[in-house]
């Protein structure tokens, strides 16, 4: 399988429109790709939380059409990344797509741990309440988006719903480099799958991004990593790998907590 991470950098001079087009056509670049992953916020930035009112957008908006043309004019499955959706009773959300080689829309999930603490995304965005996984032809994906990267149950719940290949589309800052390259190991090793992290370039609203998009095997091994600047990081990777790797040492057949409990008769 071949997989195409788009480390897009965020230029507060250039107009969210410019970028959308822009990244179009990146996307259009990576024909014979089987999957393209983008970042978290791509169109406006993922600290300009000034911007996120202004920019939000509805969930069927221009970033959602021109992302699902992307996908089918380059005939791949596509993490188009997240932008600001607003809902129909004006709540905002941190929402990433994904889109079918068609173009349709086969996904869409609401990030769930926002960041902020007591603020920004924090007390701007509403908070997500599912899970979303998505089958391809190759593997199922399941989705995260930055901060979801700390929660460690949330992907095991991925797992459990049959996620093979971790998508993590972020906008990390540099300051917090090491936490996102070990996280991204440490997701990948106790899930026994893939993990494809894409982060943002450039500098968001002061805050500089990490970039450093990164590909992890099932054993923690790093297949690929990405620098600081804007680039496409390329990788091919065997799927088929997570199958052999959890029959090979099959630890997560021996979680004793955070399982269903047994059901028991009256």
Known sequence: MRASLIQIAVDPDESVNSRRQRVASLIAAQRGADLVVLPELWPVGAFAYTAFADEAEPLQGPTHDIMAK??????????????????????????????????????????????????????????????????LPQTTLGLATCYDLRFPEMFRDLVDAGAETLIVAAGWPERRRAHWTLLAQARAVENQSY????????THAGIQQAGHSIVVDPWGEVLAEAGADEEVLTVEFDPSKVAATREQFPALKDRRLGLAPPETGE
């Open 195 to 202: 993990v494809l992290a894409v982060g943002t370039a450039g």
């Open 70 to 135: 992307a996908a089918a004019d380059a005939g791949v499955w596509l993490h188009a990344g997240s932008f600001v959706e607003r809902a129909a009773d004006g709540t905002l959300y941190n929402t990433a797509l994904v889109f079918t080689p068609e173009g349709e829309r086969a996904a869409a999930y609401r990030k769930i741990h926002r960041f902020g603490f007591d603020k920004g995304e924090a007390v701007m965005m509403g908070a997500g309440e599912e899970l979303v996984t998505v089958t």
